[in-house]
């Protein structure tokens, strides 16, 4: 699986951002897709993820104005971004894993994409 992010960049602190991941090269459909960000100076952490299932989990500090979702006809997944904050500043990755037992998950990650948010 290849994943290109696009969408990030500068916006004031209240302001929205859409990031978006296209995903090439396999079956999107059966891949749990996923949003991870890391801070200067941070570990990476994951941001929200969405299963093939549709079920979605998001970290506590996105809840309420993230908004993570799919279209498996177009191999995209977004995230829609509102009421940013200062600390939802970092790099911004996308990540696609698949479980195929006996051989366990794998994982593919895109370049990232830089948001900057300015008070």
């Known amino acids: 699986v290849q994943l290109q992010a696009s969408g990030g960049g500068l916006v004031q602190a209240g302001g929205s951002l859409r990031l978006s991941c296209a995903a090439t090269?396999?079956?999107?459909?059966?891949?749990?897709m996923a949003w991870y960000r890391q801070g200067l100076g941070k570990q990476r952490e994951l941001v929200a993820d969405?299963?093939?299932?549709?079920?979605?989990n998001y970290d506590d500090s996105v809840k309420g104005r993230f908004t993570i979702s799919r279209d498996n006809a177009k191999n995209l997944v977004f995230l829609q971004m509102n009421s940013l904050k200062d600390e939802d500043t970092g790099v911004y990755y996308c990540?696609?894993?698949?479980?195929?037992?006996?051989?366990?998950?794998?994982?593919?990650w895109g370049q990232g994409t830089q948001v900057t948010v300015s008070s």
């Open positions: 990540n696609a894993a698949i479980t195929r037992p006996p051989y366990g998950t794998r994982t593919y």
């Open positions: 090269g396999s079956i999107f459909s059966a891949y749990t």
């Open positions: 969405i299963t093939p299932g549709g079920t979605i």
